[in-house]
């Protein structure tokens, strides 16, 4: 390989998008604003993403999953995002409740659950957040007392992503009340219908309307022991290092968004025409498309570099990872205001999707660590 191949993709991530945008727009696209106005589950982008293998595309092959790289994941997420960010959160979360026990489960655990969730059977969630442990994680509440071989689970998460359409959610909990601070936290794998395990009402929310969004609460729900991931007291590292993966693929939705605003106020001003021309040829509005696209295309390679950072476990993705997603989620916000702002009174309206594109980048400065959050982590790795 020469130095120059490094910065273009492969041949087969090329096809790879080539194919998901393909199901993108044909099997999902259509459905994007009836999903957003309804706040209704994108049944039909979840069962096209199953059907072609885009579900859950990171989980290796040895569990029966595709086994995409990171790169390819987060391509597959852009490319579904690009139409639907609601439906790009099938792909991101599925990663996101799963990469705990990649990276911390025993083989037991995962070939429990893994090859579920990469046949479609199932879907995973991811419970760390709760109402006064947003950003300062360590601080959680909810408790994991041991009670022979068993664990019994009191407490609440916030803000989950996907809840009542998972069947399984990777919880964090403080297993030692007495422990220091952050290493008395253990991760468990908690079932949609274990006993004690209820939801509550889905938030009603500015974007990603189709991604339910509801709380968790756990009351003396009893756990098999061997249903922790990792061993006692791992769980906020294992949670952190999950989190230093996945924010890759949150910047890859940010692409996705900014992509599909830009893709469609590209195609806008071409047609609308004001004082006898193109909109597109007045200096002003190029100007703001050049702007536009080139905050794209530098998101974009920060995200691709992080996602090479992901696959091969650098050292450096805390950083990497946090920039990318910081980086892409402020790009996506600004673009798809810009978009709006071309579009005139149509894109304040309905009739385009530009709007909701504008409201479904929001979350990407705010969830998996707010973009100020992202900005200590990259200042702490450079000030180590």
Request: aromatic share 8%.
């Amino acid at each position: 390989m020469s130095d120059f191949d490094l910065f273009k993709t492969a041949e087969e991530h090329e096809e790879l998008r080539a194919a998901v945008r393909a199901v993108a727009e044909d099997k999902i696209a259509p459905h994007a604003a009836e999903v957003d106005e309804t706040s209704s589950f994108p049944q039909a982008a979840h069962d096209a993403l199953v059907a072609t293998d885009f579900h859950a595309p990171h989980i290796a092959q040895e569990y029966d999953g595709a086994g995409a790289d990171a790169l390819a994941t987060c391509i597959v997420i852009e490319e579904v995002a690009r139409v639907c960010a609601s439906s790009s959160l099938i792909p991101a979360v599925n990663k996101l409740g799963t990469m705990p026990l990649i990276l911390g489960a025993s083989e037991e655990v995962r070939r429990r659950y893994l090859p579920k969730v990469a046949s479609g059977e199932a879907m995973f969630s991811y419970g760390l957040s709760e109402r006064e442990a947003g950003s300062d994680t360590a601080s959680m509440r909810t408790q994991a007392v041991a009670d022979g071989d068993d664990w019994i689970l009191n407490g609440q998460k916030s803000w989950i992503t996907n809840a009542g359409v998972s069947q399984y959610y990777t919880v964090l909990a403080v297993t030692d009340p007495g422990g220091r601070r952050g290493r008395n936290i253990s991760a468990f794998v908690v079932h949609a219908d274990d006993e004690g395990f209820t939801l509550g009402e889905p938030e009603r929310k500015l974007g990603i309307k189709g991604s339910p969004t509801r709380e968790l609460f756990f009351d003396d729900v009893r756990l098999p022991g061997d249903r922790m991931v990792g061993a006692p007291g791992e769980g906020l590292k294992i949670a952190l290092r999950t989190l230093d993966h996945t924010r890759v693929t949150i910047g890859a939705q940010a692409v996705g968004i900014a992509q599909g605003a830009l893709d469609h106020a590209v195609a806008y001003v071409k047609e609308r025409k004001q004082f006898g021309k193109a909109v597109a040829d007045f200096q002003g509005v190029q100007f703001m498309l050049a702007d536009m696209a080139m905050k794209l295309e530098t998101a974009r390679q920060m995200v691709y570099v992080a996602a090479a950072r992901s696959e091969r476990g650098d050292d450096d993705l805390a950083f990497f990872g946090a920039a990318a997603k910081c980086f892409a989620s402020d790009a996506a916000m600004e673009i798809t205001t810009d978009a709006v702002q071309l579009l005139g009174g149509a894109g304040y309206v309905k009739d385009f999707p530009l709007e909701r594109m504008m409201r479904d980048a929001k979350i990407t400065q705010i969830y998996e660590g707010t973009n100020q959050i992202q900005r200590l982590v990259m200042a702490r790795q450079l000030l180590k």
